[in-house]
């Protein structure tokens, strides 16, 4: 199934203990499309500026992404992010956000974003997800990420944003403000019943947990020594996650097929942080990806050992 | 193996948004033990003051812990402390601690306790640590716990403890702050280039993590919809894991001997935490036990699923 996704698109000035690098691409839409090409055809609605360049169009196209909904805003310039990372990597101060055209975004789709059988609704005001939503009505999967900005202006319209999706991907700290519930489990299960099948918890350097009809699956994250820039790795998982969702029919998503989108997207975020901005993801090969898939595996899996003589 | 303990014995004052206790048993020699009781026999080395009394040896003697080293001091107090839960359940505010009896503890070996195969040095002055052990020469398998107060305050002493011991446990801040090192990966590395084979990293609520030459392996936390008092779970984590290892002849220690008893750690933790004190883990029954130890495998299993038919 097509995929289609809107969310930003940006320039990132970032600064970490291993380096930096000016005004590289970024934004959570162009992170989840590269990772989520690797999957299935990816369709980008997005605004840039007339700054944006060949170069950044050439990442996207390169891997298929179809960017005919990129609008482009005569006159205006990319909305630009500028962080610093300590060696903790855990939390980006922010330096500088200029939204830009980013501020009057209103997505734009064409027909072929329209008849998507998948839909991403990026981390965008919630409002405008569920505007994109009503004009995706072949979308039979459709995901929504959200961030506590959201959460603390507009919570109303983005619990009636995520009443209406099948799955919802948060980190931790923002499924608690969002539920006002501490326990996980518990928030988690209040979520769904708001609406959303899944729900989808990204805890950065901890993993990813999933709560769905088939109970509670956690996976850690890749033990990386060599975090060099975290940014964009909860956009690379999402990418992970709906795109190999998205790849098959709806009526295949067994408990299964579920697990395996958490182990796709735990290993897109992993490669994600190993370079800058979008460095890594967008020249990952296949046999990369699955060579890290099966170390996910090593590294999780345990067998029952029998119990000795027992005393007691 | 029978399984030598020192460590605190103490009364514990709880406060939590489930409820309180007063004065009910704790210190981290008892989870620990309790935990360990249902593996191997456990030997307590351990202080009270007199007013430790028959119902708190009863809880101790009914699981089969020798308690021939839990010295009395006459007119002595027992360590005492208060502390309190806020919703969250992550950090423990203390309200009171009063060492009492504890801060003169010098740890007298009886024959028994010195002639344990296995050894578990908890959470003391690093020095008495290496004193034990010392007394111990026929432990072939030596874990030992501590804290950030001895990182800040003894961590030359602390490191060589560490250097001459097969397992460290600590908790990521603690391995973090004790190598000034963020990345996990790697400050487990300098640790066990230190001397410890194994390095078990506990994340409370995000589950614990095991370094060895067998490669890393992570486990989630168990997802309790309902977290009552946290207070000792990490010693039960240690109990559950050195208890395992302990069943176990030293040369019997393979990789998957090793996960098993993480995740019977895990399995002891996440019992503890359920009721207050050492009310539940004081009661369990091996079907319990080994009913959770399959939930864990369930939340954590995945197979690779195959990917469709792939683009780009």
Not at 28 to 42: P, R
Not at 102 to 107: L, Q, R, V
Not at 115 to 125: C, K
Request: charged content about 25%; proline content about 4%.
């Amino acid at each position: 199934m097509a995929l289609t996704v809107v969310g930003s698109v940006a320039f990132d000035s970032i600064v970490t203990p291993f380096g930096e690098r000016e005004r590289v691409l970024g934004g959570s839409a162009v992170h989840f499309s590269l990772a989520a090409s690797y999957f299935t055809q990816v369709r980008l609605v997005g605004v840039v500026g007339d700054d944006f360049g060949e170069a950044e169009r050439a990442v996207l196209e390169r891997r298929g992404i179809d960017i005919r909904d990129l609008e482009v805003v005569p006159g205006g310039e990319t909305f630009f992010w500028r962080g610093h990372y300590d060696y903790d990597l855990n939390s980006a101060k922010t330096l500088e956000t200029h939204l830009n055209v980013f501020a009057d975004f209103e997505p734009k789709l064409s027909e072929p974003s329209r008849s998507s059988e998948a839909l991403f609704l990026g981390n965008i005001q919630p409002e405008l997800q569920q505007r994109v939503h009503e004009q995706c009505p072949s979308a039979s999967f459709v995901a929504l990420d959200s961030m506590n900005y959201w959460i603390d202006n507009s919570r109303d319209s983005l619990v009636a944003a995520i009443g209406l999706v099948d799955a919802l991907l948060l980190n931790d700290a923002e499924v608690r403000e969002l539920t006002g519930e501490p326990n996980l489990a518990r928030a988690a299960r209040r979520i769904r019943e708001w609406g959303p099948r899944l729900v989808v918890v990204k805890q950065g350097e901890y993993g990813a947990a999933l709560f769905s009809d088939g109970g509670f699956f956690s996976l850690p994250a890749y033990p990386l020594e060599n975090v060099v820039d975290p940014t964009g790795a909860g956009d690379s998982f999402a990418g992970g996650f709906v795109g190999f969702l998205a790849a098959h029919a709806p009526d295949e998503l067994t408990e299964e097929l579920l697990r395996a989108a958490v182990v796709y997207g735990s290993t897109l975020a992993s490669f994600n942080v190993e370079e800058f901005g979008t460095e890594r993801v967008s020249r990952l090969t296949f046999p990369e990806i699955e060579k890290r898939f099966a170390e996910f595996r090593r590294m999780t899996h345990f067998e029952h050992a029998g119990l000795p003589r027992l005393v007691g």
